[in-house]
């Protein structure tokens, strides 16, 4: 068997024990005599599935007995949509209340740009000046406001927050909630949830295969959508429904639960921090030092996840060649979904949960090779 190791932002690599459990249990699972595929979502061999991935993430995450976990589609891309239609919309056109973003990068100038269709839309700071290489100032929560949205870590530009909004006291009537897009950072360092009015992550980061949107929301967030909300965006039928509503993505769901027993069995999230520190920690002090390439984003608001990197190459073409080899030659070499996001271009490593501290020393050590070729 061949294994590469995959530096992709998502979809992206999982534990090696998950695939190979999976893998043991495809035709059998459970003694069902059928694959977790195969399966009725509501019959008794997929109810403890759904209950155990649910209950190891409350317990990974620490998440309080008044926030509903809901299993959902469209991919983080729908809370875009779902988050503003439920909790900032009116009857008839915008809610009275502000959506407030602060655009920390592309997925939330996305977010942004959905919510403005259903609410009024609020972009309280952004850090597009410097292109989006820092985390700007947090300007206060305000009592007219719905709610106020951050993106957690900027998976295209490598940024995080390093300190969270308090969104609790400039309010008068009370805290304004806090609302934030975690879907390649959930996990990977700890997170008070009851901070936050709702989190919602796409799957195919730090969780699971594509297909899932893991929601956390706050009970009394749910229920305020206008009547005409489909059914099927909703937070209120969903929650009812325990992600039943329809049929839930359900082997999504199984093999999240592996990750997450992976995880816990690993040490949970204080163990998983440390790992991701230190993987993080080595990837940055070698570009710090490295002649060849650097990182662009500012110290205090690197991202533990995604780390893009430039070669220091002044005329653009020839830094484009020298980038384009950069990715060939490592992908030949097993490193591989090593290049920038289409729209920034560089390169970036993209080192979630599953991501072996080896895999990341290979990378540091290709790297010093490549360097050692390229004449100065
Ligand atoms: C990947 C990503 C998205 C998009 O997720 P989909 O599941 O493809 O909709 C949104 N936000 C962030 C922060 C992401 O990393």
Not at 150 to 170: E, F
Not at 172 to 195: R, T, Y
Not at 216 to 236: C, F, Q, V
Request: aromatic share 8%.
């Amino acid at each position: 068997m061949k294994r590469v190791y995959n530096f992709s932002p998502g979809p992206s690599a999982l534990p090696l024990p998950v695939l190979e459990k999976a893998a043991a249990e495809m035709c059998d699972a459970n003694g069902a005599g059928q694959s977790v595929m195969e399966m009725s979502h509501r019959s008794k061999d997929f109810k403890p599935i759904i209950e155990k991935t649910e209950s190891l993430l409350r317990e990974l995450m620490g998440i309080p007995a008044n926030y509903k976990v809901l299993f959902l589609q469209g991919g983080a891309s729908l809370q875009f949509s779902m988050v503003p239609l439920n909790l900032a919309a009116g009857e008839s056109g915008p809610g009275e209340k502000k959506a407030v973003f602060i655009e920390t990068g592309i997925w939330a100038e996305k977010a942004a740009k959905e919510a403005a269709k259903f609410a009024h839309v609020d972009v309280r700071a952004s850090s597009k000046d410097k292109a989006y290489t820092y985390i700007p100032q947090a300007p206060a929560a305000q009592p007219g406001d719905a709610y106020y949205h951050i993106t957690l870590n900027n998976t295209i530009v490598g940024t995080k927050w390093a300190q969270i909004p308090d969104t609790g006291a400039a309010a008068a009537g009370g805290a304004i909630p806090l609302v934030s897009d975690i879907s390649s950072c959930i996990l990977s360092e700890p997170l008070n949830v009851a901070q936050f009015g709702i989190l919602y992550a796409g799957s195919q980061k730090n969780l699971g295969p594509a297909g899932v949107t893991v929601v956390i929301i706050r009970e009394d967030l749910i229920g305020h959508a206008p009547s005409k909300t489909p059914a099927m965006l909703r937070y209120d039928i969903h929650a009812d429904e325990g992600s039943m509503y329809n049929t839930p993505p359900c082997y999504g769901i199984y093999v999240i639960g592996l990750v997450l027993e992976w995880l816990k069995n690993l040490g949970g999230v204080p163990a998983i921090t440390k790992l991701n520190q230190e993987k993080a920690g080595l990837f940055y002090q070698y570009l710090d030092n490295s002649k060849l390439f650097y990182s662009p984003v500012e110290k205090p608001f690197r991202s533990l996840m995604n780390i893009p990197f430039i070669a220091r190459v002044k005329d653009a073409e020839k830094r484009t060649e020298l980038e384009n080899r950069f990715v060939k030659e490592a992908a030949a070499a097993g490193l591989i979904n090593l290049a920038g996001h289409r729209l920034v271009g560089g390169m970036r490593a993209s080192i979630y949960n599953a991501m072996p501290l080896e895999g990341v020393q290979a990378l540091i050590q290709f790297m010093q090779q490549f360097e050692k070729g390229v004449a100065h």
